[in-house]
């Protein structure tokens, strides 16, 4: 059998460690990535392999020439990226006709080669990908396989709503020659993002294989790290050919040809080859140097500071870190389910410049409106996210204060790339977002908003834009709401909650001529302006029902639902529905995602309210008795709290995947199990509220269960 090795990406994520050397070349412990590669293979009789390069190709291929660690190498060399599928593809003379293996040359792992080839073989399937487990498994391919080892779902890169099992695809691959016929030739195509879930589409037979062995993908410099520590037994690693104190450097990795003086304190860091510090020197955690670069005497280096390669810092440099980054694990750990989450506390000028810069590369330095909730810390907030955004290339809009509901529905009124709505809550800042159609963005955006949190980029040459302003609840939104809507004249409503959103509404019920005042309809809307309730002579009707009156009554052409919409509305609407889910991975759903722009009421409590109050004055009929001619159905809500490891390792047992989380069916309804920042949503669906609770029970128990079963 013959082996290729994907060697050809440029490691951004990877630098200042790839400026100088190509990904694969990155030492472990002393061994160069692709040659612990060379090993395994070597290890389970493979003899000869392709290596496909691109970046730095030179260089890699000067450094293994014909053969290396026992095998024989072919170069293939990529002039445009073709992707991990088409790449394989380019090589299809030199494979013959016979199945072979496909693995990354800068995975770090003792996988099990020799059982993965049996065992496609004996599945006779037409690719067996070697899985593993991880707790954090969102920049993977996330795996569902039934008890036969065949895969019966796949998912690229998942964002956390959409991941359903902590089991992800390693990038190690046993395929068969008859691949090549699924993979078109000459333009870019990936084995994840698209061959794979085409596959399993067409029933194609696919197999998966858990290897317990040790595996690390060194995609960022904490995973290099991390890798490298694991292969010292914990150590800090000291490469070829360094001078460096017998004290002072914990858990760090210290390349070739460094040279670190007396009393000096280096923690957690990574230093590439040729690095020289001088004596009394203090680097903070997660220090990244760039090769040969010169750190005098005396110097203080802030935790976290990155510095290019050959970089000069002079004797008793005192220096802040005001490259705005910061570490891949903490960016992720500001993702929230509709945007950024930070506490207050740890919200400061400077992360929040990086947030914003951040925002602006994401979104490809497009038009970005800022709406606020008027409160000191978001309004501080605002002001440094444009100071961020500034310089970018970035187009900005101040859209003056409001509700999140405003910001999504701006995004749509000015053309914008992005919306981004800062308020606080509960001592934190919460910046919520929307993309161009008002729905929180693709995963894509989510992926490139984390990967320019965490590295320096490259910034535009043009020129600062300044910030235009208008105030879109006033101009946009408002009108929105009220444009079209039937006369409210003789309603009498009321408020019962206090908040921006309200206050819209109140302004908007008023102009379509209805009156304040008691024994007529109560309305109660969320602070974020998307949810609604209604009471009427003491029937009450929560936002989903509100929804189902709406498909009820007053829409009657095709519609665009969320995924967890409820099944009971969906039968209302008689097939005419398509479903979108909160943060889908590929294109498939933007037809849906577009749609939702026609018919706002299904998005916003101000339209929704309007809507069915101008339907209660127009049919005469009350809100109760409207709601008699609805399928009885409730929806209950509740969270359970867990750890990532329990949240991820016991979902693929609770349901089957559907759009967001997992549905577990029951005989009374289903509960929609969602993986959140502190564990799992459940969202009950029955006939009655009691059944629903019920079912929350029950649910709760099942994950109580497993996780017992699973510590």
Not at 620 to 638: C, D, I, K, N, T
């Amino acid at each position: 059998m013959k082996a290729i090795i994907m060697a050809g990406g440029e490691g951004k994520r990877l630098r200042p460690l790839t400026e100088t050397h190509p990904k694969p070349l990155l030492p472990i412990d002393g061994v160069p990535a692709i040659r612990r590669i060379l090993r395994l293979l070597q290890k389970h009789g493979i003899q000869e392999a392709a290596v496909t390069t691109g970046y730095l190709a030179d260089k890699l291929e000067r450094h293994l020439g014909s053969e290396a660690e026992g095998v024989t190498l072919t170069y293939f060399r990529e002039k445009t990226p073709l992707g991990t599928a088409g790449g394989v593809a380019a090589a299809r003379d030199y494979l013959s006709d016979a199945p072979f293996l496909v693995i990354s040359g800068d995975a770090v792992c003792r996988c099990d080669l020799s059982a993965a080839i049996r065992a496609r073989e004996e599945q006779q399937a037409m690719a067996l990908l070697i899985l593993t487990r991880v707790a954090s498994p969102g920049e993977f391919g996330v795996v569902l396989l039934d008890e036969t080892n065949r895969i019966t779902g796949f998912s690229e890169k998942p964002s956390l709503s959409g991941t359903y099992s902590d089991t992800v695809n390693t990038g190690i691959y046993v395929l068969s020659p008859s691949i090549f016929e699924e993979i078109p030739s000459g333009i870019p195509y990936d084995f994840g993002r698209d061959l794979f879930p085409k596959l399993l589409s067409q029933g194609k037979p696919l197999a998966g294989m858990i290897d317990t062995n040790t595996w690390f993908d060194i995609g960022d410099t904490t995973s290099y790290r991390n890798a490298n520590l694991d292969a010292s037994g914990g150590q800090t690693v000291i490469g070829q050919s360094c001078l460096v104190p017998s004290e002072g450097i914990v858990r760090s990795v210290i390349c070739d040809y460094c040279r670190i003086g007396d009393n000096c304190r280096i923690t957690d860091s990574i230093l590439a080859e040729g690095v020289t510090v001088g004596r009394n020197t203090v680097l903070g955690e997660g220090c990244v140097i760039g090769a040969y670069s010169v750190i005098g005497d005396n110097v203080v280096l802030a935790a976290n500071t990155v510095l290019p390669s050959y970089s000069r810092i002079p004797d008793g440099t005192r220096l802040r870190s005001d490259r705005h980054t910061i570490r891949q694990t903490e960016a992720a750990s500001l993702l929230s389910g509709s945007g950024l989450i930070c506490p207050l506390r740890d919200m400061t000028t400077t992360l929040a410049i990086t947030i914003g810069r951040a925002l602006a590369a994401a979104s490809h330095y497009g038009r970005i409106g800022l709406l606020h909730d008027g409160s000191t810390a978001a309004d501080r907030a605002v002001s440094a996210l444009l100071r961020g955004m500034n310089g970018t290339g970035a187009e900005t809009l101040l859209l003056g204060e409001g509700f999140e509901a405003a910001a999504s529905h701006a995004a749509i009124a000015n053309k914008l790339t992005l919306a981004l709505f800062v308020g606080t809550e509960k001592e934190h800042l919460r910046i919520a977002l929307f993309d161009e159609v008002g729905l929180y963005p693709k995963r894509d955006f989510e992926r490139a908003l984390l990967l320019h949190l965490s590295e320096e980029q490259e910034l535009p040459k043009e020129s600062p834009h300044r910030a235009s302003a208008i105030h879109t609840v006033e101009d946009d939104y408002l009108p929105m709401v009220i444009q079209g809507r039937c006369p409210l004249e003789g309603l009498r409503f009321r408020l019962t909650t206090d908040n921006a959103a309200s206050a819209c509404l109140t302004q908007a019920m008023l102009k379509l001529g209805g009156t304040v005042g008691p024994g007529g309809l109560r309305l109660a809307v969320s602070r974020s302006g998307f949810l609604l309730s209604m009471e009427q002579d003491g029937f009450v009707a929560d936002d989903w029902h509100i929804k189902a009156l709406l498909l009820r009554y007053l829409i009657r052409d095709r519609v665009s639902l969320p995924s967890l919409t409820p099944t009971a509305l969906l039968d209302l609407c008689h097939s005419r529905y398509t479903l979108y889910s909160h943060c889908p991975t590929g294109q498939d759903e933007d037809t849906a995602r577009r749609m939702t722009a026609t018919h706002p009421a299904l998005q916003h409590a101000a339209v929704a309210a309007v809507e069915l109050a101008g339907l209660i004055v127009a049919s005469g009929q009350s809100l109760r008795e409207l709601s008699g001619r609805l399928p009885s159905f409730a929806v209950g809500l509740s969270a359970f709290d867990t750890t990532a490891k329990h949240r991820l390792g016991i979902l693929p047992h609770l349901g089957f995947p559907a759009g967001d989380g997992v549905i577990a069916t029951y005989a009374s309804g289903n509960v929609r199990i969602i993986p959140s920042r502190r564990g799992f949503r459940l969202i009950a669906e029955a006939v009655s509220s009691e059944n629903a609770e019920e079912l929350l029970s029950l649910s709760r128990k099942e994950i109580e269960r497993l996780i017992a079963e699973h510590s």
